[in-house]
C-alpha cells in the first residue's frame, strides 16, 4: 500500500496512506470543524429493533441515503455504523459511542471498504477484500507472528490487518462478532467489522461521551496520537453532514 505506515494495536493495524488522506484541507468555503472530543454524535438514529432477524442494518436505509451521497459515505456502511451504535446504546448505554467515531475510523482504515478499488456490496462484504501487508518487523512495521494458519489474512508466517476496520486475526478472534444474522463471524463484512469495532472501543474506553474515555479508546485501537486527531477531525466532518 503506498506510504503505509503500521502500527500494532490492541484492536487495529491502521492505514496511513498519502491516497486516504487525500482531500482533508479546507476552502474559505468550508464552515470551520466543531472542536472538541469526543466529536459530536451527528444526525439522530431512528428508532429501530436491534435484533430482528438477518441484517438489521437495513432498517437505516432512509437514514442512511438521505446523506450516504454528501458525506461520500456507501449507504451500507453509513447503515453498518448507525448499526452497531443503536446496538451499543441498547447493550452498553453507558459508553455512549456514535456512529460518526465509528465512520472517522472506517475512513482512515479503508475508505470506508472502497480502498484501492473495493466495494462495499448489498450484503455488506467487501470486495475484493482487504489486506494489510505482512507484519514482519520491517522498519516502520509491527512483528506479529502468525495466529490464523493463514485463514483470514492468507498469511502463514506473519498476520496481516483485514477488513474495512483493518482488525488483525488474533483481536478478531477474541472480539469478532456475527452483526447480520448470516452465522459467519467475518472481518470483510461491514457489519460485522463496525460492531465488532463498537465492541471493543466501549470495552477499552468506558464512557465515550467524556474527553477522557474517548482517547482512551482511540488510542487502544492504534497507539498514534496523530491517527487519534486525524479520526477526531473526520468524525467531526461527518458530525455535521460533510465529506472529507
Known amino acids: 500500500m503506498d ?33 472538541g472530543i469526543p ?34 459515505i456507501p449507504v451500507q456502511a453509513l447503515e453498518a455504523y448507525g448499526y452497531a451504535a443503536a446496538v451499543l446504546t441498547n447493550s452498553r448505554p453507558d459508553c455512549g459511542i456514535a456512529w460518526t467515531t465509528l465512520a472517522g475510523i472506517a475512513s482512515v482504515e479503508s475508505k470506508h471498504g472502497t480502498y484501492r478499488g473495493s466495494q462495499v456490496g448489498e450484503d455488506g462484504v467487501i470486495r475484493p477484500p482487504i489486506i494489510g501487508i505482512p507484519l514482519d518487523g520491517a522498519p516502520g512495521v509491527a ?26 486475526p488474533e483481536t478478531w478472534k477474541r472480539w469478532g462478532v456475527d452483526a447480520n444474522g448470516d452465522d459467519v463471524v467475518d472481518p470483510q ?49 461527518y458530525s455535521i453532514g460533510r465529506r472529507v
Open 39 to 72: 466529536p459530536g454524535p451527528g444526525t439522530p438514529l431512528p428508532v429501530i429493533d436491534v435484533h430482528a432477524p438477518g441484517r438489521a442494518a437495513l432498517q437505516l436505509r432512509g437514514w442512511a441515503e438521505e446523506q450516504a451521497e454528501r458525506m461520500a
Open 143 to 168: 512483528r506479529i507472528a502468525d495466529t490464523d494458519r493463514g485463514a483470514l489474512d492468507g498469511d502463514r508466517e506473519f498476520d496481516r490487518a483485514v477488513g474495512p476496520l483493518q482488525f488483525i
Open 189 to 237: 463484512n461491514i457489519d460485522d467489522a463496525a460492531l465488532t469495532a463498537a465492541r471493543y472501543l466501549c470495552a477499552s474506553g468506558g464512557d465515550l461521551t467524556s474527553e477522557l474515555g474517548w482517547q482512551r479508546a482511540l488510542m487502544t485501537y492504534n497507539q498514534s496520537n496523530s491517527y487519534l486527531l486525524t479520526v477526531r477531525d473526520r468524525a467531526a466532518a
Open 3 to 35: 506510504r503505509v505506515v503500521w502500527r500494532r494495536a490492541g484492536a487495529a493495524t491502521a492505514i496511513v496512506a498519502t491516497l486516504v488522506l487525500a482531500g482533508c484541507g479546507f476552502g474559505p468555503e468550508r464552515e470551520p470543524l466543531p472542536e
